[in-house]
């Protein structure tokens, strides 16, 4: 786990009910950087005269870019910052080349060119960003990664009412007003058995 020191066990404490959704992270890069995929990325940072650097404020994010490098080989190294904030301001500014992140700060930059994304780290294409591969198909087999969001309950509740209240959590996934309440860089799916996920 991420976080050992907890004042509770999710394996002990928690009994899972179902996954919510789920939505990919993003590899972009400055604009500056020449590589555009991840496969000459890889092997930019490679060269002994180049320095690849990537920002993070976060262990989750930085364990993404910790697979990328375990599994590419390539030469990638953190420049930690405090915030969200600042890890934005380090990759737009040049004082680091590379950064994966969730959609949410980088659409707007994607969008107006300020970033250049190359891949979703999902092990599938992204319905939200089609035109975007795969860090898989992208020359790094084997990678997938993505965030979700899953509602569990206290274990000591009997296993029956989670089982019940499944169906409800579906209907809400469903419905129109929740649809609406999801942020447009996740994608959203209605509520499934947690059984998966809890392994």
């Not at 040049?94 to 999902?122: C, N």
């Amino acid at each position: 786990m991420l976080y050992p020191k907890r004042p509770y066990s999710p394996e002990r404490d928690l009994r899972p009910v179902t996954v919510m959704g789920s939505f990919p992270l993003i590899l972009a890069v400055n604009p500056s950087v020449p590589a555009n995929s991840v496969h000459e990325l890889v092997a930019m940072s490679k060269k002994p005269e180049q320095q690849v650097t990537y920002s993070t404020a976060s262990v989750a994010f930085q364990v993404a870019t910790e697979m990328l490098k375990q599994m590419s080989g390539a030469n990638l190294y953190n420049v930690p910052y405090k915030g969200s904030n600042q890890v934005m301001m380090a990759v737009l500014g040049s004082d680091v080349q590379m950064v994966i992140l969730d959609g949410a700060p980088l659409l707007p930059h994607m969008q107006s060119g300020k970033l250049k994304a190359l891949a979703v780290t999902s092990p599938k294409r992204s319905s939200l960003y089609p035109s975007l591969p795969t860090v898989a198909e992208s020359g790094v087999p084997g990678y997938a990664l993505e965030f979700w969001g899953a509602c569990s309950r206290r274990r000591r509740r009997p296993s029956r009412s989670s089982t019940r209240s499944r169906p409800k959590w579906r209907a809400s996934c469903k419905n129109p007003t929740c649809a609406k309440s999801w942020p447009s860089w996740a994608s959203r799916r209605a509520a499934t058995r947690p059984s998966r996920r809890a392994r």
